[in-house]
């Protein structure tokens, strides 16, 4: 579709999605569509934000995204943990209805298959300009995983992303390299990536062999190969010239985005900044470290409030603003102690990063899944807070409607148009969501109500100093009344239980759930 095809079709589709939910004109004879970003942190928690009630560590630049727009406090990612919550989020699909959509290994194969439809293949459809920089961990190459040396594909230039600046897996995981579209960023021919996760490397140095080349130690896991004096999850050599260092990756990556952002000013575009804040391992800049008093977790979040206060300057700077729907949320909930010893936990006093939720990331609990939601756009979205539940997994859908497309059958098939209330015009949301624990257990909210299936597996994971919430009894809170999940109602309300158990094995059961 050329440009102005695309217009009349934003014009008709907007108003259309929206008659009867909505009065306010979406867009006027001399609109396109608007540029969407969306910044994705990693492991923020629902307490963690000065906007959602944090005290100790401010972060004036996100609170400043808040003012400005609408501040959810009842939107959920899809999993609590990073690959399936961004698998949810990018194909429209609950991760848990395939298999291999676990936390990823550093070597994953692609996970998304290549002409897959995804948000961002809908996106490009629309006409937009599109981007993923940061964090992807969603595999990339063929089974058998990438040939680092040489062109990574499949990956997200398959899956409708135009141009991608990525992290591969994590920032603890190797390769400890970035890759450009479909290369490694800075690699010496001579000197070629050997990456595994079975068994180690001969010759490379590891944090359990050499603790005294480690500038930070690890708490649990985290002992292999040593990359600028962090020891990672799993092995590598070569590629040295290509390693990344923690402490300048959010500089690098935020001026990735804004490159993009300068770029394709004059058309729409779509960033996908999936930040490598506040994961770990935690290595502020310099700028950063030591500034929060709350160790490098706190210093990470000053981190991550600066990059998004550049995107909202540079947003400012291109006259944009006014035209770009900001979204900003994080793919899981918060985990203070991750396997390094960074002083996190030492320096928390009484900072409550899932505020007031119970568990964290990796738990079914409701610490696991609901996060700091921000949407912005000047004029267009309703500013205040919403309680309209909102799931990630509904953002394709809506941000599709958004730009006019509408979906084949075959996309997307958990995702829903929520745009009425993802801009603040209906605070309805959602009839229910579905949440996913690293566990593997399921849970359904609806009507404030929360249904946490029976699952196995141990109640705290030690390590992390997180309550999973496994229990082999099915468990059942009224969140109204009871937002820290406290008071377990299963016993006394076996209708409810019933009726909450039935709709989520039917949500288990069809193939698809988009209506
Ligand atoms: C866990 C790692 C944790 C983190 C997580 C993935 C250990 C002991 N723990 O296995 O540090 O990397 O995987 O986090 O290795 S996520 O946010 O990407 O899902
Ligand atoms: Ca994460």
């Not at 942190?41 to 560590?57: E, Q, V």
């Not at 990612?77 to 698998?87: E, I, L, V």
């Not at 020891?231 to 985005?257: C, N, P």
């Not at 006093?349 to 996060?371: E, I, M, N």
Request: proline residues 8%.
């Amino acid at each position: 579709m050329n440009r102005s095809a695309t217009r009349r079709h934003f014009l008709f589709q907007t108003a259309s999605s929206l008659a009867g939910a909505c009065s306010a004109s979406l867009a006027g004879p001399s609109s396109r569509p608007p540029n969407i970003v969306l910044l994705y942190a990693d492991d923020l928690g629902f307490g963690d934000l000065s906007c959602y009630g944090a005290r100790r560590t401010p972060t004036p630049n996100i609170d400043r995204l808040a003012a400005g727009g609408l501040r959810f406090t009842d939107a959920h990612a899809t999993s609590a943990t990073c690959t399936p919550s961004r698998y949810s989020l990018l194909t429209g699909e609950y991760a848990w209805r395939r298999k291999d959509t676990g936390i990823a290994r550093g070597n994953a194969a692609a996970l998304i298959p290549p002409g897959r439809p995804t948000l961002a293949s809908t996106l490009q459809k629309a006409g937009y300009a599109t981007a993923a920089v940061g964090k992807w961990h969603l595999g990339l190459g063929p089974q058998g995983g990438p040939n680092w040396d040489g062109e990574i594909a499949p990956g997200p230039g398959d899956i409708g992303f135009d141009y991608s600046f990525l992290i591969p897996a994590t920032g603890d995981r190797v390769p400890c390299v970035f890759v450009e579209n479909r290369r490694v960023v800075g690699l010496d021919p001579a000197d070629p990536i050997a990456v595994s996760f079975d068994k180690p490397i001969l010759a490379e140095p590891t944090g359990k062999d050499h603790p005294e080349l480690l500038k930070m130690h690890p708490s649990h896991g985290h002992d292999q190969t040593i990359v600028n004096g962090v020891s990672r999850i799993g092995y590598m050599s070569g590629g040295k010239a290509a390693r990344w260092v923690d402490e300048d990756i959010a500089d690098t990556l935020t001026q990735k985005a804004i490159r993009f952002m300068e770029a394709k000013a004059d058309r729409p575009f779509f960033l996908y900044f999936a930040t490598q804040d506040i994961h770990v391992p935690r290595m502020p800049h310099s700028r950063f470290a030591d500034k929060s008093g709350q160790g490098a977790r706190g210093d990470v979040i000053l981190q991550l409030d600066w990059c998004v206060g550049q995107i909202l300057d540079t947003l400012d700077r291109l006259g944009l603003s006014g035209n770009t729907l900001v979204l900003l949320s994080s793919d899981n909930g918060p985990v203070v102690d991750d396997g390094y010893r960074d002083r996190s936990v030492e320096l928390l006093q009484d900072h409550k990063p899932a505020g007031p939720l119970r568990g964290g990331k990796y738990s079914a609990f409701d610490g696991g899944t609901r996060v700091p939601f921000l949407v912005r756009w000047p004029g267009k979205v309703r500013k205040g807070t919403s309680p309209a539940l909102f799931s990630q997994v509904d953002l394709y859908a809506s941000l599709a409607a958004l730009a006019g497309q509408s979906l084949p059958p075959a996309a997307a098939p958990d995702s829903r148009n929520h745009l009425p209330s993802l801009l603040g015009m209906s605070n309805e949301g959602r009839e229910y969501a579905v949440e996913h624990s690293a566990s593997g257990a399921l849970s359904i909210l609806r009507g404030g109500w929360k249904y946490i299936a029976p699952h196995p597996g141990p109640r705290i994971d030690r390590n992390v100093q997180i309550e999973l919430g496994n229990d082999s009894d099915p468990q059942l809170y009224d969140l109204r009344q009871d937002l820290g999940e406290r008071n377990n109602l299963a016993p006394a309300n076996p209708s409810k239980v019933r009726e909450l158990s039935d709709l989520l094995q039917k949500v288990q059961e069809s193939p698809r759930t988009r209506v």
